[in-house]
T-cell receptor, first 112, second 116 residues
Framework: GDSVTQMEGPVTLSEEAFLTINCTYT??????LFWYVQYPGEGLQLLLK?????DKGSNKGFEATYRKETTSFHLEKGSVQVSDSAVYFC???????????FGTGTQLKVEL | DTEVTQTPKHLVMGMTNKKSLKCEQH?????MYWYKQKAKKPPELMFV???????INESVPSRFSPECPNSSLLNLHLHALQPEDSALYLC???????????????FGSGTRLTVV
């Protein structure tokens, strides 16, 4: 079946540091890939997405590139802020399906 | 309107109570979902409705009863819950099939349920 593997957290960074959260996937078909963010006490928000190989999703300074050859979709940001502190979920859907498969989530803490 | 609205935001109920969670969207999405999320865990799929019909039930206990009265509304009826059912319950919606594949889901902010 489909699965998503994320790096263990929590990840603790100083403000303005560079962020990478690793995500790799296994899928039976050709998936679309997503990053969702969950701020404390809130629901999930779609952060960015990519639907085919070599696509780059971007939003709010975050980026991720769909790498089919390495089955990866790593999340990056050049300079994190305290307000980026949240849990980040990598997820996928395979074509024709309605089931969103999540990774375990990575908690990010950004300190001054 | 690009939101999924869930009510109530917080709910405390006893093990003998009956309560309902409500979810509403006006994006024209024809797939709607209930998820359960425990602390520090990813959301777990409970139910999927497609064109107002239940299409997936992930072996959820019968004390959880979903209902989709129309294309905009989704309810989750709760009865005789256990303390371990305490969690954040998330509703989501998406376009059907290939639309979900391209655009993903839109989630509500959730109902935080405590069973005492």
């Amino acid at each position: 079946g489909d699965s998503v593997t994320q790096m263990e957290g929590p990840v603790t960074l100083s403000e303005e540091a560079f962020l990478t959260i690793n995500c790799t996937y296994t899928a039976t078909g050709y998936p679309s890939l997503f990053w969702y963010v969950q701020y404390p006490g809130e629901g999930l928000q779609l952060l960015l997405k990519a639907t085919k190989a070599d696509d780059k999703g971007s939003n709010k300074g975050f980026e991720a590139t769909y790498r089919k050859e390495t089955t990866s979709f790593h999340l990056e940001k050049g300079s994190v802020q305290v307000s980026d502190s949240a849990v980040y979920f990598c997820a996928l859907i395979t074509g024709g399906g309605n089931k969103l498969t999540f990774g375990t989530g990575t908690q990010l803490k950004v300190e001054l | 309107d690009t939101e999924v609205t869930q009510t109530p935001k917080h709910l405390v109920m006893g093990m003998t109570n009956k309560k309902s969670l409500k979810c509403e969207q006006h994006m024209g999405h024809r797939a709607m979902y209930w998820y359960k999320q425990k602390a520090k865990k990813p959301p777990e799929l409970m139910f999927v409705y497609s064109y107002e019909k239940l299409s997936i039930n992930e072996s959820v206990p019968s004390r959880f009863s979903p209902e989709c009265p129309n294309s905009s509304l989704l309810n989750l009826h709760l009865h005789a819950l256990q303390p371990e059912d305490s969690a954040l319950y998330l509703c989501a919606s998406s376009q059907q099939g290939q639309g979900a594949y391209s655009y993903g889901y839109t989630f509500g902010s959730g109902t935080r349920l405590t069973v005492v």
